[in-house]
């Protein structure tokens, strides 16, 4: 995993990032003129692990787009999002979101949403 600091020109602020997926999707929605903000690790949502322990998981993006729809977004490669793990805090979320929040929504961001082939991947390693 590569990690550091990602400076926004859009949020006029610093996001730390913990994966090269979050870095090149954090540079994705930095150029996409749909997205308006964005907030890294916005909040904390409770939920109960596969050992039955309360936790709290923190999504990774809040994203506030043009027309006023709102997205939570976890990025993961798509391999690790059927993880027992990953699902329970899915659907935690929806189920906190449908409550608090109901018309905003969650969604998993992996490498397809991410890279258009794998020489992209390799040119956002280069580039960390």
């Not at 929605?29 to 709290?56: A, Q, T, W």
């Not at 608090?100 to 258009?116: A, G, Q, R, S």
Request: glycine share 2%; net charge positive; aromatic share 14%.
């Amino acid at each position: 995993y590569r990690t550091g600091t990602f400076i926004s020109k859009k949020n006029q602020c610093k996001h730390n990032y913990r994966s090269s997926f979050e870095y090149a999707y954090l540079n994705k929605i930095e150029n996409d003129d749909n997205v308006l903000k964005y907030i890294s690790e916005p909040f904390s949502i409770p939920y109960i692990d596969s050992d039955g322990i309360l936790k709290n998981y923190i999504p990774d993006l809040l994203v506030l787009y043009k027309d006023g729809s709102v997205n939570i977004l976890e990025i993961k490669p798509k391999a690790m999002t059927k993880a027992e793990n990953v699902r329970k805090k899915a659907m935690h979320t929806r189920k906190w979101l449908s409550k608090n929040y109901p018309d905003v929504k969650y969604k998993f961001i992996t490498e397809k949403d991410i890279f258009d082939s794998n020489k992209d991947y390799k040119n956002i390693l280069k580039e960390l």
